[in-house]
């Protein structure tokens, strides 16, 4: 009787299993298919690629390469040409808004009367006034609750309070406390500039990492060489926020002061042009603290290069 040999299948290591019901030769052929299919896809994604470069490119040279100073302010200087040509046209009552040409004979003559400039150097004084006491008492107050437990307990939820105050609401306060004179004023600037200044020195306080710290002890640092070289340093971003804010608050507090009870500052200047319908020294007095609060901008910014040159964020570049 013969015997019946059953062929017996010898796997290997290369080659894959197959699933029930698939035919040997389709694997290979979905492979070739799906090998030639990754090809286009790749090969469309570069030529994706290299039409949006060339677009991107075309785009570029359609732009005139002006310098940046020229195109942030090529967006005023078009603001203020419709103005003017609208204001020429008839289309504004210069009783109820003078044109940009008023304005600036405005100017020119309260200049060549001296008027200007007396009142706006009484606005800084008060400005700076105010702001260096502000200021000086937010640090203060922010260090002692940003390195003291007790002075947190103490000051944070006191400042949490004072800061939900609207500072114009203190007026009527302010004028009992210290009369009509100069005072009132300089008070109500600090009192609108130190709570800014507070929050975000103690946030820039307790926002310091602390691997810094942990990292400093390792090296040696005592409680005051952590608070010299790492604390105080990591909260200088946190402390430039809060001067920004305070610079501003500044200017908006100073407008409102100086149209009550004040014989001098750009506000009674805008208050006096009001009896008389001067619609062209209300703008003026206007577009003044606008530059006066930009300049104070550019300050801050000045500074933050300065001091934080350690630190380089997203340009949007």
Same mark, same amino acid.
């Given at each position: ?5 059953v ?15 698939? @035919? ?13 299919? %990754? ?6 994604a ?9 677009? !991107? ?27 003017q ?9 210069p ?22 400039? !007396?009142?706006?150097?009484? !606005? ?6 105010? %702001?260096?006491i502000g200021?000086? #008492?937010?640090?203060?107050l ?9 002075? =947190?307990? #103490? ?18 306060? @302010? ?66 926020i ?7 608050s500044a200017? %908006? ?15 009674? %200047? ?20 606008? #530059? ?11 500074l =933050? ?10 340009d949007?570049?």
């Open positions: 009787m013969a015997s019946t040999t062929p017996t299948a010898v796997p290997t290591a290369a080659a894959p299993e197959l699933a029930p019901g698939t @035919v040997p030769g389709a694997q290979a052929s979905a492979t070739l298919v799906d090998a030639s299919t %990754l090809s286009r896809s790749s090969r469309s570069r030529s994706a690629r290299s039409a949006r470069s060339a677009r !991107s490119a075309r785009s570029a040279r359609l732009w005139i390469p002006l310098p940046r100073g020229v195109r942030r302010l090529a967006g005023p200087v078009l603001v203020l040409l419709s103005w040509a609208l204001g020429m046209l008839g289309q504004i009552n009783r109820i808004l003078a044109t940009p040409g008023q304005v600036i004979s405005a100017a020119w003559q309260l200049t060549r009367d001296g008027e200007l400039q !007396s009142n706006l150097l009484a !606005s800084l004084q008060r400005v700076v006034e105010g %702001l260096a200021v000086s #008492l937010g640090v203060l922010a260090v002692l609750a940003g390195l003291f437990r007790l002075g =947190e307990d #103490l000051v944070d939820s006191t400042m949490q309070v004072i800061r939900a105050l609207p500072a114009l609401g203190l007026l009527p306060l @302010v004028i009992i406390w210290f009369g009509v004179g100069e005072a009132p004023k300089i008070a109500l600037v600090a009192f609108a500039t130190a709570c800014p200044v507070y929050v975000n020195t103690y946030a820039g306080i307790r926002g310091v990492e602390n691997r810094l710290v942990e990292a400093g002890r390792v090296l040696g640092l005592g409680r005051a060489g952590l608070i010299r070289h790492v604390i105080l340093p990591g909260a200088v971003p946190g402390f430039l809060g001067l920004r804010f305070a610079l501003t200017w %908006l507090v100073m407008i409102i002061a100086e149209q009550l009870n004040a014989t001098s500052g750009i506000g009674y %200047l805008m208050n006096q042009a009001q009896a008389w319908y001067r619609t062209d020294i209300i703008v003026l007095g206007l577009l003044i603290y606008g #530059l006066l609060g930009l300049g104070a901008d550019g300050l801050v910014r000045l =933050e290069r300065r001091l934080l040159v350690w630190r380089r964020g997203f949007g570049g």
